[in-house]
């Protein structure tokens, strides 16, 4: 049995209609996390220590950049279509920083990035970052297992649970990302005060004469 061989320009065409039927490729909505709400300035003079703040870790679903939701009790997925413009870790630690940096109640706060020393250091585990649905909802929920280390010594100083939580105005994934940036916001008020009064008690009660 004969095969029957196409011309090269005939091959070419044919391909090139084969290739035309495939969906086009959609790129992904790229969202950053919104701009933190201004911190109120401390008055009196910073704590003379600093503080580094690590990346927190994650599992698997929650340390990408995909836009986790949970639509439903015992489900989790991610928003077709929509991405964060860096690991969701790295968001919130950035956000931790900028929210202590704002503050201006310590001397210096770095990240794990910068390689400086710093007297304490904020390790964490990131339980939740995601939206949730409730009544039809979308609300954006943030968890945070936190422990404060003296660095020096590598010891453990405290260690405490936190979660914020921020319904959405809508069910659109803009006005998702914004109760991201909410919820972020009152996440990182929380464990940057808490950082910093485990922090100057540990400093009095090491510097008392035994």
């Known amino acids: 049995m004969k095969r029957l061989l196409l011309p090269p320009a005939l091959f070419a065409l044919a391909a090139l209609a084969a290739c035309s039927v495939l969906p086009p490729r959609e790129s992904p909505n790229v969202y950053l996390l919104p701009a933190a709400a201004a911190a109120p300035q401390a ?85 939740a970052f995601q939206s949730e649905y409730r009544d039809g909802r979308p609300v954006a929920v943030v968890r945070l297992d936190a422990i404060l280390v003296d660095a020096a010594r590598n010891r453990a100083v405290a260690t405490r649970s936190f ?35 485990a922090g100057a008690r540990d400093r009095q009660t090491t510097a008392a004469p035994h």
């Open 43 to 127: 008055g009196a003079a910073p704590l003379p220590w600093q503080l580094r703040v690590d990346t927190p870790q994650a599992d698997r679903m929650l340390d990408g950049s995909r836009i986790a939701v949970v639509p439903e009790p015992g489900r989790i997925t991610v928003y077709k279509g929509a991405r964060w413009n860096a690991p969701a870790p790295r968001l919130l630690r950035d956000r931790l920083i900028d929210s202590l940096r704002a503050g201006g109640r310590l001397a210096g706060v770095s990240g794990d990035s910068d390689g400086l020393y710093t007297e304490y250091r904020l390790e964490s585990q990131l339980r």
């Open 163 to 197: 979660a914020a939580e921020q319904a959405a105005e809508g069910t659109a994934v803009p006005q998702v990302v914004a109760a991201f940036g909410r919820a972020c916001d009152a996440l990182a008020a929380q464990v940057g005060a808490w950082a910093i009064d």
